[in-house]
T-cell receptor, first 114, second 112 residues
């Protein structure tokens, strides 16, 4: 698991409410990522981070924001959750600082927006 | 846009047979490829990777083949076991920040 935990593991919320998902790593890796996984789409990158306070958008960033104030924590926030954001969310880290490093994934958070 | 896709969404094999899972990619600039295995309810698990300067790489019971001419990647699993049942994803790295683009996955079912 490369020391990756995600919290909460499951969450049910209502449309319009804010939601924050947390990813925590214990090994001080620089690169961290948030993906969502939906049937028929595989894994799609939402946001990623190069380091503390250094983040960038991925393929499906609309409706999501992230923050990284410490190396070990990467937070994903849905400011106003919508039903289209019902998904399984995975955090990942890259163990390589150079191009082409493999990513290791956390256990996932299943989010349901009613 | 650029995409990574899979030829077969579901593959059924008999226990003990070899499995071959295929993947097509379209970004000729991609220089690093990974195969992941995902079991139900879990996150993707790294299996094996290959760089574009190679055409074959072997691991324990797994082999990845890369054909850059036709932009095709395959994962071969030898002597497939029930524990190999999972969804398999290929992914390519073609951008900065070690960003990966994933295929939609192939479900491998191992029949006893």
């Amino acid at each position: 698991d490369a020391g990756i935990t995600q919290s909460p593991r499951h969450k049910v919320t209502e449309t319009g409410t804010p939601v924050t998902l947390r990813c925590h790593q214990t090994e001080n890796h620089r690169y961290m990522y948030w993906y969502r996984q939906d049937p028929g789409h595989g894994l799609r990158l939402i946001h990623y981070s190069y380091g503390v306070k250094d983040t960038d958008k991925g393929e499906v960033s609309d409706g999501y924001s992230v923050s990284r104030s410490k190396t070990e924590d990467f937070l994903l926030t849905l400011e106003s959750a919508t039903s289209s954001q019902t998904s399984v969310y995975f955090c990942a880290i890259s163990v390589s600082s150079g191009r082409g490093g493999e990513q290791f994934f956390g256990p996932g958070t299943r989010l349901t927006v009613l | 846009g650029e995409s990574v896709g899979l030829h077969l969404p579901t593959l059924s094999v008999q226990e003990g047979d070899n499995s071959i899972i295929n993947c097509a990619y379209s970004n000729s600039a991609s220089d690093y490829f990974i195969w992941y295995k995902q079991e139900s309810g879990k996150g993707p698990q790294f299996i094996i990777d290959i760089r574009s300067n190679m055409d074959k790489r072997q691991g324990q019971r797994v082999t990845v083949l890369l054909n850059k001419t036709v932009k095709h990647l395959s994962l071969q699993i030898a002597a497939t076991q029930p524990g190999d049942s999972a969804v398999y994803f290929c992914a390519e790295n073609s951008g900065g920040g070690n960003k990966l683009t994933f295929g939609t996955g192939t479900q491998l079912k191992v029949e006893l």
